[in-house]
């Protein structure tokens, strides 16, 4: 069953993803909580970079899939335009439970929550991208009404 996307659904989406971009930019810029020095300070500043990294590269991505989500629906770009250069980049890689365990819990917290967004935005997509797949028994079907048109 192809996914129904809706203009509410999209606008919903994109406010819930403005929001947990705003969180995510102001957790990361407000944590403070490695600036002391030692080699584990250090291995978690490292981990905080890089999650920061995915997190906001991640909701970037969904941020653009829904801005052409409703570019189209607003009758800017074309279903063939969206369908061509409003793909969804693949996610970014999940991120070690171990540099998860060395980040404040509400900072982890975050994270997972951009992931959980992120997989929502691909079930999405996926589902809406199959409607313009062929299916093998169309494809099957197109064969033979070939094969009988050039077979007269």
């Not at 129904?4 to 944590?31: G, K, Q």
Request: with cysteine; proline share 7%.
């Amino acid at each position: 069953m192809p996914a129904t996307i809706t203009p509410s659904i999209i606008e919903t989406l994109y406010e819930d993803a403005l929001l947990l971009a705003d969180e995510a930019r102001a957790s990361f810029d407000l944590d403070d909580s490695f600036r002391s020095g030692g080699e584990d300070a250090s291995v978690a500043r490292v981990a905080m970079s890089c999650e920061a990294l995915r997190t906001t590269t991640r909701m970037m991505h969904a941020i653009a899939w829904l801005l052409n989500q409703k570019a189209y629906f607003a009758g800017e770009i074309s279903e063939f335009q969206l369908r061509h250069h409003g793909r969804l980049p693949p996610p970014q890689p999940q991120p070690a439970q171990e540099e998860l365990a060395l980040l404040p819990p509400y900072i982890a917290d975050l994270v997972d929550r951009s992931v959980q967004f992120y997989a929502r935005i691909e079930r999405l997509d996926r589902a809406w991208r199959k409607r313009f797949e062929l299916q093998p028994a169309a494809v099957h079907r197109l064969r033979e009404r070939l094969g009988y048109a050039f077979a007269r």
